[in-house]
């Protein structure tokens, strides 16, 4: 534990940030879920103290996520009641642990490079396209929402048109003064060794939301912020009502077939979402450090079981929260345990307080953070990789950003596979002819994938041509390529082609090509 404590001083700094992004995501979340608002805190406080202490994750941060909205929504309307659903998500955790077990973490080293880096890119312009109304104070849509389509009939755009006609001058006023300071510290502050070095341009950028709408109030009423357009928490009176707040899961309904549906569904997308998110974080970790999978689904699995104990939403690694820790200058895992138990604190003894900030405040935050992960660079460096690179990066982004997270995820996968196949067309069989004479060589890896292009090549071998097929250098030729090149063989005589078979020495005995049948 004591190594975490030598980047405390990176770490509780970024810790503040991340808490003060959480906070209205954990709420949001849950009211779009159809929850009641502190399941979602008490997901955010597993995820950060239980799921930040145990995962293998230096820089990941767990909590309730959008990408569950639709399957919690859906789970809860079908189960008809909120102690029922608990007990699904509780099971769920088992289900996570069990694929733990099986080694299923290393499904998330089958997603593209490409793909993991459109998710990036994707997730910074969520942020920004999705936080602007917010900024400017049109909080019709819930905090944390990362879909196209949304509830109230509107998508991203028109969200953004609505928004333009229906702003509030005093969120403007504070969005944009927000957005200035962040701006400021990144360039001049944050570089210099003085105190302002551990003191965070957001928790400045909440002190003076909050004291712009306090001066609102004093002199400019018809500037202040509504309620609605501040963080909502629930008040707990004091510590013996707020047991009250917990919920325990309905075990007597553990026959129920739809609880284990539920569940499963739970434990499969939970567990993409996790391996996807700590894919990507450890990416933007400039230690470049891994994050052992099979451990995190365990882990994950771990927290549901205990988040559905005690009322809570489902828990996953949250990218949206895991960029922001990044971005704010993490360290280690100090800061995701700390963002825990700042939102511990907070809620149980001074939620008056948080419900002073401002949601245009926090929006700034999470569209500066978006601006550092959607940058032209990285798309410029893509294109600059070839096609093979930037289609599919290019793919996730838009996938991403007109459905959701994993149906863009596996377009991104899909379309990455598509070059991947294409890539080896070309590369597994090379061609090369001079005057009658020709060249077929087999290299890497040649699949049932190559028949068709293998076949038409051998077809198009002209009459009394000269043949070499060379599998030297291919690593793996399947059955049905051999069964091909022998078909050849059998009557190319017919053509009066000679042909030459050029065969490793070490691999004599692996692939059975029988003898050209010899010319007449």
């Not at 501040?230 to 129920?256: A, G």
Request: with cysteine; hydrophobic share 50%.
């Amino acid at each position: 534990m004591r190594k975490y404590f030598q980047t405390a001083g990176s770490d509780l700094p970024a810790s503040l940030v991340v808490f003060l992004v959480a906070l209205p995501l954990c709420l949001g979340i849950a009211l779009g879920s159809g929850a009641p608002l502190f399941s979602g805190i008490i997901a955010g406080i597993v995820g950060g103290i239980l799921v930040g202490s145990l995962s293998g994750s230096a820089l990941s941060v767990s909590g309730p996520a959008a990408g569950l909205i639709v399957v919690v929504a859906n789970g809860i309307l079908k189960l008809q009641a909120y102690d029922v659903f608990l007990l699904a998500v509780v099971i769920a955790g088992v289900f996570q642990i069990i694929l733990g077990y099986a080694k299923a973490g290393v499904l998330g080293d089958f997603v593209p490079n490409s793909v993991i880096k459109g998710l990036l890119a994707a997730i910074g312009l969520i942020l920004i396209l999705k936080q602007l109304p917010h900024l400017i104070g049109y909080d019709a849509d819930f905090e944390g929402d990362e879909t196209f389509s949304q509830a109230d009939a509107n998508n991203t755009f028109t969200e953004l048109l609505q928004a333009g006609q229906l702003y509030t001058g005093g969120a403007v006023i504070i969005g944009l003064v927000s957005l200035a300071i962040l701006i400021i510290w990144e360039k001049k502050v944050a570089h210099h060794k003085s105190i302002f070095h551990f003191f965070p341009g957001p928790l400045m950028v909440v002190l003076v939301g909050v004291l712009l709408n306090a001066f609102f109030k004093s002199q400019y009423p018809e500037l202040a912020l509504e309620d609605k357009h501040l963080v909502s928490l629930p008040i707990v009176s004091d510590l013996q009502n707020s047991v009250t707040l917990f919920t325990m899961p309905d075990f007597s309904k553990w026959n129920n077939p739809d609880v284990w549906i539920i569940a499963f569904t739970i434990a499969i997308v939970a567990s993409l979402e996790s391996l996807l998110s700590v894919e990507a974080i450890d990416k933007l970790d400039t230690l470049k450090r891994v994050t052992p999978t099979n451990r995190e689904l365990k882990v994950q699995g771990l927290g549901n079981i205990v988040s559905g104990m005690i009322g809570g939403l489902p828990i996953t690694a949250v990218l949206i929260r895991g960029s922001v820790n990044v971005v704010a200058g993490a360290k280690s895992k100090l800061s995701s345990i700390s963002h825990g138990v700042l939102l511990l604190v907070f809620v149980l003894f001074i939620p008056k307080l948080l419900n002073l900030i401002p949601l245009s405040s926090l929006a700034a935050i999470l569209i500066f953070t978006g601006y550092r992960l959607a940058s032209i660079k990285q798309v410029k460096e893509f294109y600059a990789k070839g096609w093979d690179q930037f289609v599919p990066f290019m793919a996730t982004i838009l996938a991403i950003l007109f459905t959701d997270l994993l149906t863009g995820i596996i377009i991104g996968i899909l379309v990455g596979l598509f070059f991947m196949l294409r890539s080896n067309f070309r590369s597994a069989v090379f061609e090369i002819s001079d005057n009658n004479n020709h060249m077929l060589r087999l290299r890497k890896d040649v699949s049932f994938l190559n028949k068709a292009i293998i076949k038409a090549k051998l077809e198009a071998i002209p009459p009394n041509a000269y043949l070499l097929i060379d599998t030297t250098r291919a690593e793996f030729i399947d059955r049905d390529i051999v069964e091909e090149i022998n078909d050849f063989l059998c009557h190319a005589h017919l053509k009066n082609i000679k042909v030459e078979m050029k065969k490793s020495p070490f691999k004599r005995n692996q692939y059975q090509f029988q003898e050209p049948t010899p010319n007449n």
